[in-house]
Nanobody, 119 residues
Framework: QVQLLEPGGGLVQAGGPLRLSCAASGRTFRSYVSAWFRQAPGKEREVVAVFGWSGGSTSYADSVKGRFTISGDNAKRTVYLQMDSLKPEDTAVYYC????????????WGQGTQVTVSS
């Protein structure tokens, strides 16, 4: 496991951008997969975007494709989520997560950060 720290989040108007970051302590991420999840009130946690550190592969939930971009900086041990064209339905607590390649589930989680999109 790694420790993940997520500063940031906040309030933004619909249509605006926001960037989340998640820094890991203690090690580089070449053998890891990182992801951003979110959980809105009354809803289950859902995966938003996934980033493979070894090759830079990415995948996105259909609801955010074309609007969100996940990326990573191995030297800073930080994964980012650039969110553009935000919608009120993007309002949620966002969590970063990590797992080793080949693991069945994400076992390292950030503390979560609130993102609120006003209409």
């Amino acid at each position: 496991q790694v420790q993940l720290l997520e500063p940031g989040g906040g309030l933004v108007q619909a249509g605006g951008p926001l960037r989340l970051s998640c820094a890991a302590s203690g090690r580089t991420f070449r053998s890891y997969v990182s992801a951003w999840f979110r959980q809105a009130p009354g809803k289950e946690r859902e995966v938003v975007a996934v980033f493979g550190w070894s090759g830079g592969s990415t995948s996105y939930a259909d609801s955010v494709k074309g609007r969100f971009t996940i990326s990573g900086d191995n030297a800073k041990r930080t994964v980012y989520l650039q969110m553009d064209s935000l919608k009120p339905e993007d309002t949620a607590v966002y969590y970063c997560a990590a797992r080793e390649i080949g693991a069945t589930g994400f076992n390292s989680w950030g503390q979560g950060t609130q993102v609120t999109v006003s209409s």
